[in-house]
């Protein structure tokens, strides 16, 4: 059976990476009556690494892989750096391969999840949402943010559902809750639109906190990342098997380095130079910082 190979970005947070693992470790339990494989690891900043869950993978017996990148929208991480990493454990493992799933959302699941996360701290009449999301250079992963806003939205009954950026991209979060304020929401829901905890989830809290705390005339709450849950193992596995059967194709409809995009022309052709990891042992201990973009639906074969 093809293992599944969980990838994901990594962080500094220690708290992340325990969540991410708890994560791995919750799909393997749920595909071992299938006597299927599953590890897990991470391009940069922590552990475990990519090149660590494909060795053991590999010892295991195995050539083929089935990987999974664990993040939300299709930026440079999951166009260029996953795929980039993996296709350096196929040079390191002579006759191996590997076939590369699509990114987990938009999905009906993380829907569901969002929702279940903002009713615990507040209910949907009278409730106004800021979805936020990580920002990117990518307007393709940006737009795929406001998507869920908008499906968030679509058939509930919150007031209205905005989106805002913590980092790369506006509106940030405290001009978001600004625009929420002005449309005359008087409650707020800040939905952190991320997997696991980290430095990121944080400062949207964070900065949702002093928002409110500068306008006591708007409540402010803060609803719960997406979380480790078996909703979430159960896109995941979709994702795999959909990755092994399915045709899956890179969105190349809206990609800047596909289509000419007002504002982002400089990225049209672009050359495509993932940038280097310093916990992969190939690259020494630089670190640069330019992104590529892998489009083939299978690489590494």
């Known amino acids: 059976m093809t293992p599944l190979l969980l990838v994901g970005h990594g962080t500094v947070d220690p708290t ?7 994560f791995t470790d919750r799909v393997r339990r749920m595909l071992a009556a299938d006597a299927i494989d599953v590890d897990g690891g991470f391009i940069e900043l922590s552990q475990p690494t990519v090149h660590e869950a494909w060795d053991r993978l590999a ?9 999974v990148p664990m993040v939300l929208a299709a930026a440079g991480h999951a166009k260029g750096d996953i795929p ?8 390191r493992h002579p006759g191996a391969g590997y076939v590369h799933g699509r990114p987990l959302g938009p999905h009906p699941t993380l829907l569901e999840i969002l929702d279940r996360r903002i009713g ?5 009449e009278g409730t106004a949402v800021l979805l936020v999301g990580r920002g990117a250079t990518d307007p393709d992963a940006n737009a795929e943010v406001c998507k869920v806003a908008r499906l968030l939205q679509e058939g509930r009954g919150y ?3 905005e989106t805002a950026f913590v980092s790369l991209a506006w509106p940030d979060v405290a001009t978001g809750l600004a625009r929420c304020r002005a449309l005359g929401a008087r409650r707020v829901v800040v939905a952190p639109y991320f997997l696991f905890d980290g430095v990121l989830p944080r400062r949207v809290v964070a900065q949702a906190q002093a928002f409110g705390a500068e306008h006591p005339d708007t409540r402010v709450d803060c609803a719960g990342y997406l979380g ?4 979430l193992a159960r896109l995941v596995v979709e994702r795999y098997r959909e990755a092994l059967h399915g045709d899956i194709r890179m969105n190349c409809d809206t990609c800047a380095y596909r289509v000419l995009l007002p504002g982002f022309e400089e990225k049209l052709g672009r050359p495509q130079t993932p940038h280097h990891h310093p916990d992969d042992p190939s690259v020494g201990h630089g670190h640069g910082h330019a992104h590529g973009h892998g489009h083939a639906p299978v690489a590494g074969e």
């Open 228 to 231: 480790d849950t078996d909703a």
């Open 159 to 161: 007031d209205f559902v």
């Open 59 to 67: 010892a295991a017996g195995h050539t083929r892989m089935a990987a």
């Open 120 to 124: 615990a701290v507040a209910p949907q």
């Open 16 to 22: 992340g990476v325990a969540e991410f693992v708890a």
């Open 84 to 91: 980039a990493a993996l296709q350096r454990e196929v040079l």
